[in-house]
């Protein structure tokens, strides 16, 4: 009997490349929604801002819009797989209730019930659990997914460490004797970079990019998009998004996504991580065809980070959780094209991938140790709004 749980994983993983790119030119129609709903509040909930929210109150707009990834990840429909048609002209139709949102709502409730009477009120069950990528979920097993080759896809948040891996001690060593050394990571203070980026937020379109990170997690992006400069800061306490032609321009980032964007910032300086977690895991997975090693790190009442090392000792890949609400919802980085920079490996593209959407960043240079002025991880003060 073959383990069918991955199974799902890599279903949903073909199928959604498609799913992903429509649910992400949805995004942009939200992106148009009127700023005239926009709140002066740093973090308003998302009932403050949009029409006609029923069942998922209280929780604020950055939280409610990965809930929206997630619903459209868990079911792979678009986002006009549920919503009107109309949201592709008009943003205000997001507020339509179809047949599939009303059902949407029943589901929220639902979800909620079934974790308050039988688990504790741990999101334990979510649309995923039931859905596995699919808007009209099975009833009964499948032979075929029974009796398929297994493939190794370990990513949910419950891991168990393969026997016989190497320790996270030999792991760590290996990855940083990879990239150059602890002595010459150690030298690295501070990486400043320019290039290209391209995701549903540039709609497509590649736009120039600068980059700055400071150890030890202070790292600011800022997208040159067409009509707007696209910011992401973060200055190792608090963290923004600035995407002018959304409801809230200015996004003060909060709980998993403040959280969140912090690990991401330590990911320019990545041995750290070995320190920031308390208990480490490892076990084996697959990228592609290439066979890595997953360092899973752990501190009690915090959700996972995974670390992908490769064959070379290289990070091929960082996996981190965010919180919405109907469950959590992964957020990945991959890297490659590793080139040497002051006598260490730093990897030129990088790829973002999450449940809304998926960005490339593409160096054309990297530079270590240029001194950087500390107010550029502050809060965004846009050239172009
Ligand atoms: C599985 C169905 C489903 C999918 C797919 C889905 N949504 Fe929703 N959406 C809902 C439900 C249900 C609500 C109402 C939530 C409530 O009442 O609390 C909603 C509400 C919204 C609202 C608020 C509308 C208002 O003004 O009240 C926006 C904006 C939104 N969704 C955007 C999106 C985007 C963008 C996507 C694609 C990434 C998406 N949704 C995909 C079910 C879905
Ligand atoms: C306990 C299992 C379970 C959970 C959890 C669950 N669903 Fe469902 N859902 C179902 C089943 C079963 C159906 C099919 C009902 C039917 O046969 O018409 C369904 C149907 C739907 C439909 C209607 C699809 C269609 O057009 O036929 C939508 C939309 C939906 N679910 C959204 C969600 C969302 C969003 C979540 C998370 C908030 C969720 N569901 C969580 C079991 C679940």
Request: proline share 6%; charged share 20%; glycine share 10%.
């Amino acid at each position: 009997m073959k383990d069918v749980k991955n199974r799902g994983s890599i279903r949903g993983r073909r199928l959604a490349g498609g799913a992903i790119a429509v649910a992400a030119s949805c995004l942009l129609a939200v992106a148009f929604l009127a700023g005239q709903k926009a709140s002066a509040q740093a973090q308003p909930m998302a009932e403050e801002v949009y029409s006609d929210v029923q069942v998922l109150k209280g929780i604020p707009v950055d939280e409610f819009n990965d809930t929206m990834g997630m619903f459209a990840s868990a079911l792979l429909l678009d986002c006009v797989g549920c919503h009107s048609p109309a949201i592709t002209h008009d943003p205000a139709a997001f507020a339509i209730p179809t047949p599939r949102i009303q059902r949407a709502r029943q589901m929220v409730v639902m979800m909620n019930g079934i974790n308050r009477t039988y688990f504790g009120g741990e999101q334990r069950v979510t649309c995923f659990t039931c859905h596995n990528g699919d808007y009209f979920p099975g009833q009964a097993p499948s032979l075929r997914l029974q009796y398929s080759e297994l493939v190794d896809d370990p990513h949910p948040l419950r891991f168990f460490a393969a026997v016989g891996a190497p320790t996270a001690e030999e792991v760590f060593g290996r990855y940083t004797e990879a990239l150059g050394g602890a002595d010459r990571l150690a030298a690295i203070t501070s990486i400043t970079g320019t290039g290209t980026y391209v995701g549903f937020d540039t709609a497509h379109a590649v736009v120039p990019m600068e980059f700055y990170a400071a150890r030890p997690n202070k790292r600011t992006i800022v997208a040159h998009g067409a009509l707007s400069d696209l910011i992401w800061a973060y200055d190792g306490t608090n963290g923004w998004k600035y995407q002018p032609d959304t409801p809230v321009p200015l996004l003060s980032l909060t709980g998993t996504s403040l959280t969140g964007i912090g690990l991401d910032a330590m990911a320019s300086f990545p041995t750290q991580f070995q320190d920031a977690f308390s208990e480490w895991q490892v076990g084996y997975g697959d990228i592609g065809d290439d066979q890595v090693e997953i360092l899973r790190g752990g501190n009690p009442g915090e959700h996972p980070v995974e670390l992908y090392i490769d064959d070379a000792g290289m990070l091929r890949r960082f996996l981190r959780w965010t919180d919405t609400g109907a469950g959590p919802v992964p957020v990945r980085m991959d890297f490659s094209d590793y080139r040497e920079v002051s006598g260490v490996q730093m990897p030129f593209e990088v790829v973002l991938t999450w449940t809304n959407g998926q960005s490339t960043l593409q160096f054309d240079q990297l530079e270590a140790n240029v001194a950087i002025d500390d107010a550029i991880f502050g809060r965004p003060q846009p050239d172009r709004p």
